[in-house]
């Protein structure tokens, strides 16, 4: 049995994303087994012990923590994994990298951009390897997008088109703030759909189109006012429930961008095309192993939308999986960004997207927004 270095994680925030990162560390040991460095679940936070507790056996952490603080003290802890709410990204990040962790912090990077400018100063004041949670562009047909365009196929771009949709807030009786709810809450998430979804929409957008460096964008909140759980009385609703927002990329094409809560029937609907000079592609969240592709060097009587299904061990990350023909999921693009975060320590590098590569994502935010609330064309690199 060759020996493995370990990576001693402590993980902060029992939620959905503490569940999916626990799964990726647990399988990458399994799937990616050349690693020169493994995950040792070594302890996790939660402000209830209970809940600490019933998730460190649930998931195998040796050590339970109420206080992220005393999580960021200890000796055997390497890597701190950030899945709090959005409010606490950056108090938590600050500390950890002056404490000299390496950071795997969820996205976005943070509620704004003066947060993030922080973090990113932070973590490159202690030259600590990083990542943010951006998980989609590890899922293999987007990965396999990535490399269709940077060989050229598509020529020069035109059109960048995304969509994340979903339709759980309509419900004007649904309250905001508070545990599970924090989303509604601008002060603790930020922003509405622009920070949850779009943000997604606008890491993929940058990695695969270059970088935005114009926006004109709208939002609206449709439901005023709802009871906050925390205060038990009916509060102002300050995030946005939809944001769309036109933009230019610095390559020369456009962009159109659409989130919303409010799309009845669409739970997470997650799309984007891409129209180039001689081909076209594009993706959808709930068929995640294919990608369509047209190309218009096909012979005309066999020209038309050619549906990929990326499971062949020649295509992105499924090597480590099954056989062809056999399809992934979700939670895989966890596993493929800790297994590349893992291989990134080998050379002592950070895993894209870095805080500095974050950051780039929530400069579109933040003009996005300027955009928003004074109805006038925002350029990003001044937001
Ligand atoms: N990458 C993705 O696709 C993706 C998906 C969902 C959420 N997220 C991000 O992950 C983060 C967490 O979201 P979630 O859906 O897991 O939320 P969640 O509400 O399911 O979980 C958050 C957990 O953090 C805990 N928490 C809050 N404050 C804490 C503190 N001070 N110390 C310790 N624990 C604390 C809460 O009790 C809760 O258990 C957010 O930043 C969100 O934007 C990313």
């Not at 998980?135 to 269709?148: D, F, S």
């Not at 759980?168 to 649904?174: E, G, Q």
Request: charged share 25%; glycine share 8%; with cysteine.
């Amino acid at each position: 049995m060759t020996t493995k270095k370990a990576l001693r994680i402590g993980l902060i925030g029992c939620g959905f994303m503490g569940r999916t990162h626990s799964n990726g560390y647990l399988r990458v040991k399994n799937f990616f087994p050349e690693l020169a460095y493994q995950p040792v679940l070594k302890a996790v936070c939660s402000r209830t012990e209970s809940k600490a507790r019933a998730f460190a056996e649930q998931w195998g952490y040796e050590s339970v923590e109420t206080d992220w603080k005393a999580l960021i003290a200890r000796d055997d802890i390497d890597a701190v994994d950030i899945c709090t709410p959005n409010d606490k990204h950056a108090e938590i990040a600050i500390a950890a990298a002056a404490a000299g962790k390496m950071i795997l912090c969820e996205k976005p990077l943070a509620r704004t951009l003066r947060e993030s400018a922080d973090m990113v100063a932070a973590i490159e004041k202690a030259k600590v390897p990083n990542t943010v949670w951006y998980n989609y562009r590890r899922l293999p047909a987007v990965t396999l997008a990535k490399q269709i365009i940077d060989s050229g196929k598509l020529g020069r771009i035109f059109h960048y088109r995304a969509n994340f949709l979903q339709d759980w807030t309509i419900n004007a009786n649904l309250p905001q703030g508070g545990e599970g709810l924090w989303r509604m809450d601008a002060d603790v998430a930020g922003s509405g759909v622009l920070g949850d979804l779009l943000s997604h929409c606008i890491d993929t957008a940058l990695w695969l189109n270059g970088s935005i460096t114009t926006v004109s964008a709208v939002t609206e909140t449709f439901v005023k006012e709802r009871m906050h759980q925390l205060t038990g009385k009916v509060e102002k609703v300050n995030i946005d429930d939809a944001c769309s927002f036109m933009c230019r990329f610095s390559n020369g094409s456009l962009g159109l961008f659409e989130s919303t809560r409010y799309a009845r029937g669409h739970k997470a609907l997650y799309t984007f095309e891409i129209n180039g000079e001689h081909a076209s592609i594009r993706w959808d969240l709930h068929d995640l192993n294919r990608l369509e592709f047209f190309d218009n060097a096909d012979a005309s009587t066999l020209k038309g939308w050619r549906s990929i299904h990326v499971t062949d061990g020649d295509q992105p990350y499924m090597n480590k999986w099954w056989v062809p023909g056999l399809g992934i999921g979700y939670e895989h693009s966890f596993v493929h960004q800790v297994a590349d975060f893992l291989k990134s320590l080998e050379d002592g590098s950070s895993c894209p997207p870095t805080f500095r590569e974050a950051f780039e994502t929530q400069k579109v935010c933040q003009a996005v927004q300027d955009s928003a609330a004074t109805g006038t064309w925002k350029d990003t690199h001044a937001a």
